[in-house]
């Protein structure tokens, strides 16, 4: 059955079910940015799901009564295909961050794990809270991932080591031939667990990204996302490739059920380079203007190949986050290691342009 519906419909139908195109305020009411709030907070990108995704996702709502079990393995082939990788290599999960947590507790029970001090760490309080001993190495002083010391912590009862690259929150990137040496060398020892949530916003994704070592039978796990470049944050989809006994360890601990909408709008968008280019513009534009912003403030940004910046103030970062929020933008600010820094998303440039002039005002301490 073909359903042609206007861009309104297909999100109305989503929320409400394609069926009937029911429409709720009060469904929509905690859903994206509070009234009046322009959110730069969570790396989303706001220009998503694209045209394809939504439609797609409408029509899959309307089978919502039915299980998603048999939607899994079409997605994950267009995956595999697209990274020159087998079938036996992928793993899906609700969001990539299901697939972190599943990994986490794996291997978190046949040895501690690595971490970088400052990095993604929602799946790292899970793991803590399951008992896992969780090991932070410090960042060398520019607040980039220091390789060296991690290989150095990597001891015997070391069973993983998790590197976000680029890293949230700082974007630092690591150089790609850098990062392979460390993989092929600490790999030897234990799984390496690389999270690319944003490659696809990096100078050259595929030279930063460590699939190849993957299709090389490296003891390398490469986790990836829907929710970023893509759009797809509330719909819950990510994904993993790794070599086939690692997936498979990463699979047998995944709890969640498949989500149809999700997987159906994933595999519409997965292969749309015209909606990922045009991400990828807005976000850079976004991005420069950010930049743009705090440089004529007298604040030099951490280098970003991200969807944010991070960004040493000279003040508290979550006081001056609440100041931000109070003029209704919604920032980052509250980092335990950098109390001084704030982290700022991308959002529409209209979104941006409100943020430069909030940002000077407040920054200055010019009243509203």
């Given at each position: 059955?073909s359903?042609?519906?206007?861009r309104?419909?297909l999100?109305?139908?989503?929320?409400?079910?394609?069926?009937?195109?029911a429409?709720s305020?009060?469904?929509?009411a905690?859903l994206g940015?509070?009234p009046?709030?322009?959110?730069l907070?969570f790396?989303?990108?706001?220009?998503?799901?694209s045209?394809?995704a939504l439609k797609?996702a409408?029509?899959a709502?309307?089978?919502g009564?039915y299980y998603?079990?048999?939607?899994?393995?079409p997605?994950?082939?267009?995956i595999?295909?697209?990274?020159?990788?087998?079938?036996?290599?992928?793993v899906?999960s609700?969001?990539?961050n299901?697939?972190?947590q599943?990994a986490f507790?794996?291997?978190g029970?046949?040895?501690r794990?690595i971490?970088?001090s400052?990095t993604?760490?929602?799946?790292?309080?899970?793991?803590r809270?399951?008992?896992?001993?969780?090991v932070?190495?410090?960042?060398?002083?520019?607040l980039t991932?220091?390789?060296?010391?991690?290989?150095?912590?990597?001891?015997?009862?070391?069973?993983?080591?998790?590197?976000?690259?680029?890293?949230?929150p700082?974007?630092h990137?690591l150089?790609?031939?850098?990062?392979?040496?460390?993989?092929?060398?600490?790999?030897?020892r234990?799984v390496?667990?690389?999270d690319?949530?944003?490659?696809?916003l990096?100078?050259?994704?595929d030279?930063?990204?460590?699939?190849?070592l993957?299709?090389?039978?490296?003891?390398?796990?490469?986790?990836?996302?829907?929710?970023k470049?893509?759009?797809?944050?509330?719909?819950?989809?990510?994904y993993?490739?790794g070599?086939?006994?690692?997936?498979?360890t990463?699979?047998d601990?995944?709890?969640a059920?498949?989500?149809?909408v999700?997987?159906?709008?994933?595999?519409?968008?997965?292969?749309?380079?015209e909606?990922?280019?045009?991400s990828?513009a807005?976000?850079?534009e976004?991005?420069d203007m950010?930049?743009?912003?705090?440089r004529?403030?007298?604040?030099?940004p951490?280098?970003?190949?991200?969807?944010?910046?991070?960004?040493?103030?000279?003040?508290?970062?979550?006081?001056?986050a609440?100041?931000?929020?109070e003029?209704?933008?919604?920032?980052?600010g509250?980092?335990?290691?950098?109390?001084?820094?704030?982290?700022?998303?991308?959002?529409?440039?209209?979104?941006?342009?409100?943020?430069?002039?909030v940002?000077?005002?407040?920054?200055?301490?010019r009243p509203?």
């Open positions: 059955m359903i042609q519906f206007s309104r419909d999100v109305r139908g989503i929320l409400g079910g394609a069926a009937s195109l429409f305020p009060i469904a929509l905690n940015p509070p009046g709030m322009i959110a907070r790396n989303e990108n706001p220009y998503g799901p045209a394809g797609a409408a029509e709502s309307a089978l009564a998603a079990d048999d939607m899994q393995a997605l994950l082939q267009t595999a295909t697209r990274n020159n990788v087998e079938f036996e290599n992928m899906l609700s969001g990539s299901e697939a972190l599943a507790v794996a291997w029970r046949k040895g794990i971490i970088p400052l993604y760490t929602a799946h790292v309080h899970y793991a809270r399951m008992g896992v001993e969780v932070p190495v410090p960042l060398k002083d520019d991932i220091d390789l060296d010391g991690m290989a150095t912590a990597v001891t015997d009862d070391v069973s993983l080591v998790y590197i976000c690259n680029p890293n949230n700082t974007g990137t150089d790609g031939d850098e990062l392979r040496d460390f993989c092929r060398s600490v790999g030897r234990a390496v667990m690389i690319e949530a944003y490659i696809e990096t100078d050259r994704p030279y930063t990204s460590m699939i190849d993957v299709r090389a039978g490296e003891n390398v796990i490469v986790m990836r996302t829907f929710s470049i893509f759009g797809m944050a509330g719909m819950r989809v990510g993993g490739i070599r086939p006994d690692v997936a498979r990463v699979a601990h995944v709890m059920w498949p989500n149809g999700g997987l159906a709008a994933a595999k519409a968008c997965y292969t749309d380079d909606f990922i280019e045009f990828r807005k976000i850079f976004g991005r950010v930049v743009d912003t705090l004529k403030n007298g604040i030099e951490l280098p970003s190949q991200t969807n944010f910046v991070f960004a040493n103030i000279g003040r508290n970062g979550a006081e001056f609440q100041q931000m929020a003029r209704k933008i919604l920032i980052r509250r980092y335990a290691q950098c109390p001084d820094y704030i982290r700022v998303s991308m959002g529409k440039i209209e979104d941006i342009e409100t943020f430069q002039a940002f000077t005002d407040v920054f200055r301490g509203d």
